[in-house]
């Protein structure tokens, strides 16, 4: 049924959906921005930018754009700190075995993240050469949840978006690649992934049978 699979990084390979969240919870307290886990899951998947106009939205004043830069850079800082210790050890239950599952299949195996930092966190994980090709923010215009990550990712495999699996955690990812025509394996909760064709809870529970 499908000759690709198409991975997004945070929250499906790895939790630094986690440090995003952490990183996204301390800038907005300095903001005086009300700032919780339900409120987070609209960021997930959301380009930097557009992660900080979402949590500005409701701050009491407005920010030059000046001030958006300094603050996006603060996070970064901190969720780069976060970061640092990573190693292939957080790699999420099944990550690695889905990957090569889907190499023995003979499918192309591709990334789809949006994160400035995605080749790094790779790197630290220790499975960049497990990739045909990976798509980050510097490779797109629009972020998710526009369907052009997505469909970069299968055209640059050679695969047409139909036969295409995109593997997403977040509401904006699930929705990239349906716009994209592909079908979309969610991982997480089938209550806030309403859009994908079926939901697991991880990727220790991945099968091709979609
Ligand atoms: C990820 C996260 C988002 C984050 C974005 C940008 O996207 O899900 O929460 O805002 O990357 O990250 P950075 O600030 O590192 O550029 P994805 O597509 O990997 O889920
Ligand atoms: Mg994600």
């Keep these: ?23 996204w919870k301390r800038l907005a307290e ?10 987070n899951e609209h960021l997930k998947g959301i380009d930097r930018m557009g992660s900080l106009d979402l949590i500005l939205a409701s701050a009491a004043r407005s920010y030059t754009q000046e001030e958006k830069l ?8 901190h969720y780069v700190q976060l970061i640092s210790t990573m190693s292939p050890a957080d790699l999420l239950p099944g990550a690695v075995p889905a990957l090569d599952a889907c190499r023995a299949a003979g499918l192309k195996i591709g990334l789809a993240s949006v994160s400035k930092n ?8 220790g499975i960049t050469g497990k990739f045909d090709y990976v798509v980050d923010a510097a490779k797109i215009a629009k972020g998710k949840p526009d ?3 997505f469909l970069k990712a299968a055209s640059e495999l050679g695969v047409a978006p139909e036969r295409c699996l995109g593997v ?16 979309a394996l969610g991982v997480g909760d089938p209550a806030v992934l309403t859009q994908a064709d079926r939901v697991i809870p991880g ?3 991945f099968s091709l049978a979609v």
């Design 1 to 23: 049924k499908f000759d690709a699979v198409i991975f997004d990084l945070d929250g499906v390979i790895t939790d630094t959906a986690r440090y995003h969240y952490l990183a």
């Design 30 to 39: 300095t903001q005086g921005v009300p700032f919780d886990e339900a409120f």
């Design 70 to 77: 300094a603050l996006a850079d603060e996070k970064n800082r």
């Design 118 to 125: 995605a080749f790094a966190v790779l790197e630290m994980l």
């Design 147 to 149: 369907p052009e990550i």
């Design 168 to 183: 997403e955690d977040a509401v904006a990812g699930v929705a990239s690649i349906k716009a994209a025509g592909m079908t």
């Design 203 to 205: 990727l220790d529970r």
